[in-house]
């Protein structure tokens, strides 16, 4: 009986520790928890105060970010004011430099063209066939030899303008080229040569020298700028050189080099004179060719501008 009785205080016992010690657990669990919930509240109130913070220091930053942005909105717009004016004085300058460049460029134009011409014998584009007069000092201001392979044989020496020889041997190398035979048959005349031929032409032909043969001061050859041509077959025979091919091809390729038949059928001036040729710029031969005109029907300011460009 005893034995139960102890047994029966000894399992009481136990369940009594069992119980307390569940409701120690369970105390402690729950403190735990308490200290748990307690921890994450002051975080929770932590972060809460941060975040606060954190609007608060991100509503100044946006406030102060706006203000500058105004602020700087602000001046942009002044500074967009500013360079427009500045680009508006810009290009006032840009065209003021560009209206000083053409000044510039107009007055070295008229320099070189006021230098080219103080270069250029002025009456080297003149009329001066029983029109205008040479006196006896003029001297075409370059005067170089016509070399020999180009004169007809039996001829003196030649001499053609400085400037305007290369354009003759041009044509007269280009001929030989295309088969043809032109020689030179006179070139300058001085004005004393000029008197002394036209003296013997009047003593052999009388008063009909001057249908074909100018007065000293009004030959085209004094100004050095003009040859008379032919072929070595018809030679002297200059009325002759009109039939010939040598002819025919001047009148088709002599303006490309500058040269111009001064005398053609039914000019107002001498007779036809097939073999008379002058020099007066590619340019003005060129053009009196497209308007089928001769030089002598021209009027005399309009022949005057081509004398810059002559030995263009």
């Known amino acids: 009986m005893e034995i139960k009785d102890r047994t029966k205080n000894i399992l009481a016992i136990s369940a009594f520790v069992v119980i307390l010690a569940t409701l120690v657990f369970v105390i402690i669990q729950n403190r735990s928890q308490a200290n748990t919930i307690s921890s994450l509240q002051e975080e929770l109130n932590y972060f809460a105060a941060e975040n606060a913070s954190s609007s608060r220091n991100f509503r100044t930053e946006r406030e102060i ?22 680009e508006r004085d ?42 205008y007069f040479l006196n006896e000092n003029f001297v075409p201001m370059k005067l170089s030899k016509i ?29 030989e080229n295309d088969g043809m035979d032109l020689k030179v048959l006179s070139a300058y005349r001085s004005f004393d040569e000029q008197q002394s031929l036209k003296g013997q032409y009047t003593q052999v032909y009388g008063s009909g020298a001057n249908a074909f043969s100018a007065d000293q001061g009004y030959s085209e050859h004094q100004l050095g700028t ?43 001036f001498y007779v036809f004179e097939p073999w008379h ?6 340019d003005l031969a060129s053009d009196l060719r497209r308007e ?16 810059v460009k002559i030995f263009d």
């Open 292 to 307: 089928n005109a001769d030089f002598y029907t021209w009027d005399q300011r309009t022949i005057d501008e081509y004398l």
């Open 226 to 268: 003009t040859v008379d041509i032919s072929d070595q077959v018809t030679g002297g025979a200059y009325t002759s050189f009109a039939q010939t091919e040598e002819y025919k091809w001047l009148l088709e390729n002599a303006h490309k080099y500058g040269f111009i038949l001064s005398y053609p059928e039914d000019n107002g």
């Open 65 to 86: 970010a706006s203000s500058t942005i105004a602020e700087l909105a602000e001046r942009l717009s002044m500074t967009a004011e500013e360079l427009e004016d500045v």
């Open 277 to 282: 040729w002058r020099f007066v710029g590619i």
């Open 147 to 175: 070399e020999t392979k180009y004169i007809l044989p039996g001829r003196q020496e030649q001499y053609f303008h400085g400037d305007a020889i290369d354009f003759l041997n041009d044509m007269l190398d280009d001929a």
């Open 90 to 131: 810009l290009r006032h300058e840009e065209d003021k430099n560009e209206d000083f460049e053409d000044q510039i460029k107009a007055i070295s134009g008229t320099v070189g063209i006021l230098d080219k011409l103080s270069k250029t014998d002025e009456e080297l584009l003149q009329k001066y066939s029983r029109t």
